[in-house]
Protein backbone atom coordinates (compact mmCIF):
# COMPACT_ATOMS: atom_id res chain seq x y z
CA UNK A 1 0.00 0.00 0.00
CA UNK A 2 1.35 3.45 -0.66
CA UNK A 3 1.80 6.12 2.39
CA UNK A 4 -0.93 8.75 2.53
CA UNK A 5 1.39 11.16 1.08
CA UNK A 6 1.96 8.93 -2.01
CA UNK A 7 -1.58 8.56 -2.17
CA UNK A 8 -2.72 12.30 -1.99
CA UNK A 9 0.19 13.36 -4.26
CA UNK A 10 -1.26 11.48 -7.35
CA UNK A 11 -4.20 13.56 -6.94
CA UNK A 12 -6.73 10.93 -5.94
CA UNK A 13 -10.01 11.66 -4.43
CA UNK A 14 -10.92 9.57 -1.07
CA UNK A 15 -11.80 6.33 -2.36
CA UNK A 16 -14.02 3.81 -0.18
CA UNK A 17 -11.05 1.62 -0.03
CA UNK A 18 -8.52 4.02 0.75
CA UNK A 19 -9.94 6.04 3.12
CA UNK A 20 -11.01 2.33 5.28
CA UNK A 21 -6.88 1.91 5.02
CA UNK A 22 -6.01 5.52 6.65
CA UNK A 23 -8.63 5.61 9.45
CA UNK A 24 -7.49 1.63 9.47
CA UNK A 25 -3.78 2.50 9.88
CA UNK A 26 -3.74 5.19 12.22
CA UNK A 27 -7.20 6.08 14.52
CA UNK A 28 -6.05 9.95 15.16
CA UNK A 29 -6.87 10.59 11.57
CA UNK A 30 -10.71 10.17 12.23
CA UNK A 31 -9.77 13.96 13.74
CA UNK A 32 -9.15 14.90 10.05
CA UNK A 33 -12.78 14.52 8.51
CA UNK A 34 -14.53 17.93 8.47
CA UNK A 35 -18.32 18.84 7.77
CA UNK A 36 -19.57 21.09 5.13
CA UNK A 37 -23.38 22.02 4.66
CA UNK A 38 -25.66 22.65 1.78
CA UNK A 39 -28.94 23.77 1.57
CA UNK A 40 -32.15 21.92 0.95
CA UNK A 41 -34.43 24.60 -0.44
CA UNK A 42 -38.47 24.77 -0.90
CA UNK A 43 -38.84 25.02 -4.43
CA UNK A 44 -41.75 27.34 -4.92
CA UNK A 45 -40.91 30.19 -1.11
CA UNK A 46 -37.15 29.16 -1.55
CA UNK A 47 -37.47 28.48 2.13
CA UNK A 48 -34.69 26.23 3.57
CA UNK A 49 -36.27 22.97 4.94
CA UNK A 50 -32.99 21.30 5.50
CA UNK A 51 -29.25 21.55 6.19
CA UNK A 52 -27.15 18.64 4.46
CA UNK A 53 -23.72 17.70 5.83
CA UNK A 54 -20.99 16.23 3.81
CA UNK A 55 -17.64 14.58 5.25
CA UNK A 56 -14.91 16.07 3.74
CA UNK A 57 -10.85 13.83 4.53
CA UNK A 58 -8.45 17.33 5.03
CA UNK A 59 -5.09 16.18 4.19
CA UNK A 60 -2.12 18.61 4.80
CA UNK A 61 1.08 18.51 2.33
CA UNK A 62 4.50 18.95 3.60
CA UNK A 63 3.79 22.85 2.50
CA UNK A 64 1.57 22.36 5.67
CA UNK A 65 -1.26 23.31 3.19
CA UNK A 66 -4.97 21.96 3.37
CA UNK A 67 -6.41 20.03 0.75
CA UNK A 68 -10.42 18.51 1.08
CA UNK A 69 -11.61 15.56 -0.38
CA UNK A 70 -15.14 14.54 -0.16
CA UNK A 71 -15.44 11.30 1.35
CA UNK A 72 -17.87 9.28 -0.37
CA UNK A 73 -19.64 6.45 0.32
CA UNK A 74 -17.84 3.67 2.79
CA UNK A 75 -17.71 0.94 3.96
CA UNK A 76 -16.63 -0.72 6.80
CA UNK A 77 -14.45 1.30 9.47
CA UNK A 78 -14.77 4.67 7.00
CA UNK A 79 -18.72 4.33 6.90
CA UNK A 80 -18.76 4.28 10.40
CA UNK A 81 -16.62 7.03 11.14
CA UNK A 82 -18.38 9.25 8.79
CA UNK A 83 -21.43 8.34 10.01
CA UNK A 84 -20.85 9.45 13.56
CA UNK A 85 -19.02 12.51 12.28
CA UNK A 86 -22.66 13.44 10.48
CA UNK A 87 -24.75 13.08 12.85
CA UNK A 88 -22.92 14.25 16.08
CA UNK A 89 -21.37 17.61 14.55
CA UNK A 90 -24.51 18.60 12.45
CA UNK A 91 -26.72 17.41 15.77
CA UNK A 92 -24.08 19.75 17.85
CA UNK A 93 -23.93 22.67 15.30
CA UNK A 94 -27.99 22.76 15.14
CA UNK A 95 -28.12 22.85 19.00
CA UNK A 96 -25.79 26.42 18.26
CA UNK A 97 -27.54 27.76 15.65
CA UNK A 98 -30.68 27.81 17.62
CA UNK A 99 -29.28 29.68 20.27
CA UNK A 100 -29.20 32.42 17.95
CA UNK A 101 -32.45 31.88 16.48
CA UNK A 102 -31.58 30.03 13.08
CA UNK A 103 -34.16 26.61 13.97
CA UNK A 104 -32.58 24.51 11.12
CA UNK A 105 -33.64 21.19 10.30
CA UNK A 106 -30.57 18.26 9.60
CA UNK A 107 -30.73 15.70 6.70
CA UNK A 108 -28.21 13.07 6.64
CA UNK A 109 -27.04 10.35 3.85
CA UNK A 110 -26.84 7.12 4.98
CA UNK A 111 -25.94 3.53 3.10
CA UNK A 112 -28.69 1.01 3.58
CA UNK A 113 -26.28 -1.25 4.23
CA UNK A 114 -24.56 0.60 7.41
CA UNK A 115 -28.06 0.92 8.89
CA UNK A 116 -28.56 -3.13 9.27
CA UNK A 117 -26.48 -2.62 12.03
CA UNK A 118 -28.58 -2.25 15.09
CA UNK A 119 -25.94 -0.05 16.71
CA UNK A 120 -27.45 3.25 14.34
CA UNK A 121 -30.65 4.05 15.62
CA UNK A 122 -29.18 3.88 19.13
CA UNK A 123 -26.65 6.17 18.38
CA UNK A 124 -28.84 8.37 16.80
CA UNK A 125 -30.93 8.34 19.75
CA UNK A 126 -28.51 9.16 22.12
CA UNK A 127 -26.62 12.31 19.99
CA UNK A 128 -30.71 13.65 19.90
CA UNK A 129 -30.70 13.71 23.80
CA UNK A 130 -27.37 14.78 24.21
CA UNK A 131 -27.49 17.89 22.38
CA UNK A 132 -31.45 18.46 22.72
CA UNK A 133 -32.73 17.91 19.39
CA UNK A 134 -36.40 16.76 18.13
CA UNK A 135 -36.33 13.88 16.53
CA UNK A 136 -38.73 15.63 13.49
CA UNK A 137 -35.67 17.66 12.45
CA UNK A 138 -33.74 14.78 11.75
CA UNK A 139 -33.90 13.10 8.45
CA UNK A 140 -32.26 10.13 7.43
CA UNK A 141 -31.89 9.80 3.70
CA UNK A 142 -31.68 6.04 3.11
CA UNK A 143 -29.48 5.12 -0.35
CA UNK A 144 -30.13 1.32 -1.01
CA UNK A 145 -27.39 1.21 -3.35
CA UNK A 146 -28.43 -2.05 -4.38
CA UNK A 147 -29.16 -3.34 -0.79
CA UNK A 148 -31.72 -6.13 -0.10
CA UNK A 149 -34.19 -3.49 1.06
CA UNK A 150 -35.89 -6.48 2.83
CA UNK A 151 -33.61 -7.74 5.20
CA UNK A 152 -34.71 -8.30 8.73
CA UNK A 153 -32.36 -5.90 10.25
CA UNK A 154 -32.39 -3.16 8.03
CA UNK A 155 -36.58 -2.76 8.47
CA UNK A 156 -35.76 -3.01 12.47
CA UNK A 157 -33.52 -0.30 12.33
CA UNK A 158 -35.56 1.98 10.48
CA UNK A 159 -38.96 0.90 12.43
CA UNK A 160 -36.98 2.11 15.18
CA UNK A 161 -35.87 5.36 13.77
CA UNK A 162 -39.46 6.13 12.62
CA UNK A 163 -40.59 5.49 16.21
CA UNK A 164 -38.13 7.66 17.53
CA UNK A 165 -40.30 10.13 15.15
CA UNK A 166 -36.89 11.15 12.91
CA UNK A 167 -37.93 11.34 9.32
CA UNK A 168 -37.30 8.95 6.56
CA UNK A 169 -36.06 9.78 2.84
CA UNK A 170 -35.57 6.97 0.40
CA UNK A 171 -32.62 8.28 -2.01
CA UNK A 172 -32.21 7.09 -5.98
CA UNK A 173 -35.84 7.17 -6.41
CA UNK A 174 -36.09 6.64 -10.41
CA UNK A 175 -32.65 5.37 -10.95
CA UNK A 176 -32.40 2.51 -8.38
CA UNK A 177 -35.00 -0.87 -8.58
CA UNK A 178 -34.77 -1.76 -5.05
CA UNK A 179 -35.87 1.64 -4.35
CA UNK A 180 -39.36 1.27 -5.77
CA UNK A 181 -39.80 -1.83 -4.08
CA UNK A 182 -39.03 -0.42 -0.06
CA UNK A 183 -42.13 1.98 -0.05
CA UNK A 184 -44.29 -1.23 0.04
CA UNK A 185 -42.28 -2.24 3.10
CA UNK A 186 -40.88 0.49 5.05
CA UNK A 187 -42.84 4.01 6.16
CA UNK A 188 -40.75 6.86 4.31
CA UNK A 189 -41.56 10.74 4.73
CA UNK A 190 -39.78 11.65 1.85
CA UNK A 191 -38.59 10.30 -1.38
CA UNK A 192 -35.04 12.10 -3.12
CA UNK A 193 -34.89 12.10 -6.93
CA UNK A 194 -32.12 10.33 -8.89
CA UNK A 195 -29.12 12.64 -9.88
CA UNK A 196 -29.32 10.85 -13.25
CA UNK A 197 -32.86 11.88 -13.78
CA UNK A 198 -32.50 15.70 -12.66
CA UNK A 199 -29.15 16.01 -14.96
CA UNK A 200 -31.43 14.36 -18.26
CA UNK A 201 -34.44 16.49 -18.24
CA UNK A 202 -33.13 18.90 -20.59
CA UNK A 203 -32.30 16.02 -23.30
CA UNK A 204 -36.00 14.86 -24.21
CA UNK A 205 -39.53 15.40 -23.04
CA UNK A 206 -39.64 11.99 -22.23
CA UNK A 207 -37.08 12.69 -19.35
CA UNK A 208 -39.82 14.88 -18.61
CA UNK A 209 -42.62 12.70 -18.49
CA UNK A 210 -40.50 10.12 -16.32
CA UNK A 211 -39.93 12.76 -13.95
CA UNK A 212 -43.85 14.02 -13.47
CA UNK A 213 -44.75 10.47 -13.70
CA UNK A 214 -42.19 9.92 -10.71
CA UNK A 215 -43.05 12.79 -8.39
CA UNK A 216 -47.05 12.33 -8.95
CA UNK A 217 -46.47 8.85 -8.18
CA UNK A 218 -44.83 9.92 -4.95
CA UNK A 219 -47.38 12.33 -3.97
CA UNK A 220 -50.42 9.93 -4.54
CA UNK A 221 -48.44 7.95 -1.65
CA UNK A 222 -48.51 10.78 0.77
CA UNK A 223 -44.48 11.76 -0.03
CA UNK A 224 -42.63 15.13 -0.42
CA UNK A 225 -40.35 15.02 -3.46
CA UNK A 226 -36.75 16.40 -3.15
CA UNK A 227 -33.84 16.67 -6.42
CA UNK A 228 -30.50 16.41 -5.57
CA UNK A 229 -27.95 17.16 -8.22
CA UNK A 230 -29.75 20.78 -9.63
CA UNK A 231 -26.60 22.72 -11.23
CA UNK A 232 -28.99 25.57 -13.16
CA UNK A 233 -31.28 27.30 -13.54
CA UNK A 234 -33.28 25.68 -16.07
CA UNK A 235 -33.12 22.49 -14.31
CA UNK A 236 -34.57 24.01 -11.12
CA UNK A 237 -37.53 25.54 -13.61
CA UNK A 238 -38.09 22.10 -15.07
CA UNK A 239 -38.51 20.51 -11.45
CA UNK A 240 -40.77 23.16 -10.40
CA UNK A 241 -43.23 22.37 -13.17
CA UNK A 242 -43.27 18.68 -12.44
CA UNK A 243 -44.30 19.45 -9.21
CA UNK A 244 -41.09 18.82 -6.94
CA UNK A 245 -40.79 20.02 -3.50
CA UNK A 246 -37.34 20.96 -2.97
CA UNK A 247 -33.95 21.27 -4.59
CA UNK A 248 -30.30 21.19 -3.35
CA UNK A 249 -27.15 21.32 -5.35
CA UNK A 250 -24.46 23.28 -7.12
CA UNK A 251 -27.18 25.93 -8.23
CA UNK A 252 -27.64 27.31 -5.05
CA UNK A 253 -23.79 27.15 -3.34
CA UNK A 254 -20.44 24.93 -3.27
CA UNK A 255 -20.92 23.10 0.48
CA UNK A 256 -19.72 25.66 3.26
CA UNK A 257 -18.67 25.35 7.17
CA UNK A 258 -20.73 25.73 9.73
CA UNK A 259 -19.61 28.97 10.63
CA UNK A 260 -20.22 30.66 7.24
CA UNK A 261 -23.82 28.68 7.11
CA UNK A 262 -25.69 31.60 8.72
CA UNK A 263 -24.26 34.17 6.43
CA UNK A 264 -24.64 31.96 3.28
CA UNK A 265 -28.35 31.13 4.62
CA UNK A 266 -28.96 35.09 4.60
CA UNK A 267 -29.86 35.28 0.97
CA UNK A 268 -32.83 32.50 1.69
CA UNK A 269 -36.02 32.38 4.27
CA UNK A 270 -35.23 30.50 7.06
Same mark, same amino acid.
Given at each position: ????????????????????????????????????????????????????????????????????????????????????????????????????????????????????????????? =?? *????????? +? /???? @??? %???????????????????????????????????????????????????????????????? =?? *????????? +? /???? @??? %???????????????????????????????????????????
Amino acid at each position: MNSTNDFFNQGNIVSKIHLDEILANDEKKSSNLELKYIPKVNIQTSEVFSIEPSVFFVHRDSAHLAHRYQCKGSYKLSAFKVFEKSVDCSLKDCAEWDKIGKRFSISINTPAALLMNNWCPSYVH =EA *LEKHKIEPQ +R /LTIN @VYP %DHSDMGNKDLLCSLASLNLMGVRLCLSNFGGDSTALSALSSIKFDEVRIDKEVTQKIAYSEKHK =EI *LSQLTNLAH +R /LGLQ @VSA %DGVKYKFQKEILEICGVDYIQGEYLNSPVTSDEITLFLSKFRT
